[in-house]
């Protein structure tokens, strides 16, 4: 339910009401006669995003120099060259997390519903067999199914908490100087946030694992309007299983709440230790060794990228549990029939009769044991493989250009 990217970027610099330089700052005083110095207590620069520009640790957008032509006809075309490589290694990162990977996450979802399972998939090869079993049988639309709707859950997260912050007192941002008071009320907002998208959330995990065989071509906006009719209690008719939103909310707000706090800090304990390793590692000057300039280069796109993929690794392998739990709830009572992940094959419908959270993680470990938590985690591994081939992949190029440059 939460986003691939990081959630936060901290090199805004916005100046709030609670700053005491923002109150009383233009009392007395008029803009013309305001120092450059004035300015730079109140300008805003926009947020450096990794890979958008060939900026450095701790580094911020300049403000007040050169003009955009002067600075772009004076700039060497390798620098050019840097910042169109910079923008592809970003871009290939996204790609990857909500393209390549979404059939990985429709077959993760399939297994960790799917009570009906014998193979746990726990293995990476399994889970490589039956998704081309399903790709043979089905085409390879059946692994991308629902990809459109996870976009517009991410819009809608998105979109909630923006307006969320914008009519209330709860931060959006964490500042580097926080306190107690402004964690909670940020962890608040998110609460909010996912209570809000849950209904959106229940309407894409079923698009996602309902089997290609009698599903229907949804429209991207089905998701919305599926969501909608799950908080009015119209729409597709579900059977009398099925758990009202307010038994959800608790489940949800805790996966969400829980993958973020993990993600966020896993993140700045990444970016920091590769703070650390690049600013001890010798400095050479000399303008004829390529390799270092290189190097250097790289430590200016990858660190963030590399916290970002740590972060979400660790956050879904330590609360994939959670996760199986949570999807069950959500897809009981709808009348979804998935495929067997066993073969690959066929299709089977979800009949389940949990009464809440706790006794779904009560008759998973009794029926399937332990490891029934983890059913289809192999796909979380090639997901993971597959991300950082790609990194890795795009890191090789970008050297190779740099060099020939």
């Given at each position: 339910m939460t986003s691939r990217r990081p959630d936060s970027f901290e090199g805004l610099g916005y100046r709030g009401r609670e700053d005491p330089a923002f109150s009383g700052g233009y009392s007395g005083r008029s803009f013309n006669n305001s120092s450059s110095s004035d300015l730079q207590n109140w300008v805003t620069t926009p947020p450096d995003i990794p890979g958008s520009r060939n900026l450095h640790f701790d580094d911020r957008t300049p403000q007040f120099e050169t003009a955009?032509?002067?600075?772009?006809?004076?700039?060497?075309?390798?620098?050019?060259?840097?910042?169109?490589?910079?923008?592809?290694?970003?871009?290939?990162?996204?790609?990857?997390?909500?393209?390549?990977?979404?059939?990985?996450?429709?077959?993760?979802?399939?297994?960790q519903v799917n009570?009906?399972?014998?193979?746990?998939?726990?293995?990476?090869?399994?889970?490589?067999?039956?998704?081309?079993?399903?790709?043979?049988?089905?085409?390879?639309?059946?692994?991308?199914?629902?990809?459109?709707?996870?976009?517009?859950?991410?819009?809608?997260?998105?979109?909630?908490?923006?307006?969320?912050?914008?009519?209330?007192?709860?931060?959006?941002?964490?500042?580097?100087?926080?306190?107690?008071?402004?964690?909670?009320?940020?962890?608040?907002?998110?609460?909010?946030t996912y209570v809000v998208a849950m209904p959106f959330y229940s309407a894409s995990l079923i698009e996602t694992v309902q089997s290609e065989i009698i599903r229907d071509n949804p429209g991207i906006l089905d998701c919305v309007k599926e969501g909608l009719g799950r908080v009015m209690g119209m729409g597709i008719p579900h059977s009398k299983r099925l758990?009202?939103?307010?038994?959800?909310?608790?489940?949800?707000?805790?996966?969400?709440?829980?993958?973020?706090?993990?993600?966020?800090?896993?993140?700045?304990?990444?970016?920091?230790?590769?703070?650390?390793?690049?600013?001890?590692?010798?400095?050479?000057?000399?303008?004829?060794?390529?390799?270092?300039?290189?190097?250097?280069?790289?430590?200016?796109?990858?660190?963030?990228?590399?916290?970002?993929?740590?972060?979400?690794?660790?956050?879904?392998v330590l609360l994939f549990p959670l996760e199986t739990v949570l999807h069950r709830l959500h897809i009981q009572g709808t009348r979804t029939i998935i495929d067997n992940t066993d073969l690959g094959f066929e299709v089977l419908p979800i009949n389940t009769q949990y009464e809440g959270m706790r006794d779904c993680i009560n008759a998973i470990r009794r029926e399937e044991g332990t490891m029934g938590f983890y059913k289809g985690f192999g796909s979380i591994v090639v997901q993971y493989s597959l991300h950082a081939a790609v990194l890795q992949i795009t890191k090789m190029i970008y050297s190779t250009l740099l060099r020939n440059a």
């Amino acid at each position: 339910m939460t986003s691939r990217r990081p959630d936060s970027f901290e090199g805004l610099g916005y100046r709030g009401r609670e700053d005491p330089a923002f109150s009383g700052g233009y009392s007395g005083r008029s803009f013309n006669n305001s120092s450059s110095s004035d300015l730079q207590n109140w300008v805003t620069t926009p947020p450096d995003i990794p890979g958008s520009r060939n900026l450095h640790f701790d580094d911020r957008t300049p403000q007040f120099e050169t003009a955009p032509d002067e600075a772009q006809s004076a700039a060497p075309p390798s620098e050019q060259l840097n910042r169109f490589a910079g923008f592809g290694i970003g871009l290939a990162s996204l790609f990857t997390e909500n393209v390549l990977a979404h059939p990985c996450i429709v077959f993760r979802r399939q297994c960790q519903v799917n009570y009906h399972a014998r193979c746990y998939h726990l293995s990476p090869m399994t889970a490589i067999s039956v998704m081309y079993n399903v790709t043979k049988t089905q085409g390879p639309k059946a692994l991308w199914k629902g990809m459109g709707s996870t976009f517009v859950v991410q819009g809608v997260t998105l979109g909630t908490e923006g307006i969320i912050s914008e009519c209330t007192p709860l931060p959006r941002e964490l500042s580097h100087k926080w306190n107690p008071k402004q964690v909670a009320g940020h962890l608040v907002l998110k609460g909010l946030t996912y209570v809000v998208a849950m209904p959106f959330y229940s309407a894409s995990l079923i698009e996602t694992v309902q089997s290609e065989i009698i599903r229907d071509n949804p429209g991207i906006l089905d998701c919305v309007k599926e969501g909608l009719g799950r908080v009015m209690g119209m729409g597709i008719p579900h059977s009398k299983r099925l758990l009202p939103l307010w038994n959800l909310v608790l489940p949800t707000v805790l996966h969400g709440i829980l993958h973020y706090i993990i993600s966020s800090s896993i993140q700045r304990l990444v970016l920091y230790l590769l703070r650390r390793r690049n600013n001890g590692s010798p400095k050479h000057s000399s303008p004829d060794s390529g390799v270092d300039t290189v190097q250097s280069m790289l430590d200016a796109y990858f660190p963030e990228l590399m916290a970002s993929f740590a972060a979400s690794l660790c956050a879904d392998v330590l609360l994939f549990p959670l996760e199986t739990v949570l999807h069950r709830l959500h897809i009981q009572g709808t009348r979804t029939i998935i495929d067997n992940t066993d073969l690959g094959f066929e299709v089977l419908p979800i009949n389940t009769q949990y009464e809440g959270m706790r006794d779904c993680i009560n008759a998973i470990r009794r029926e399937e044991g332990t490891m029934g938590f983890y059913k289809g985690f192999g796909s979380i591994v090639v997901q993971y493989s597959l991300h950082a081939a790609v990194l890795q992949i795009t890191k090789m190029i970008y050297s190779t250009l740099l060099r020939n440059a």
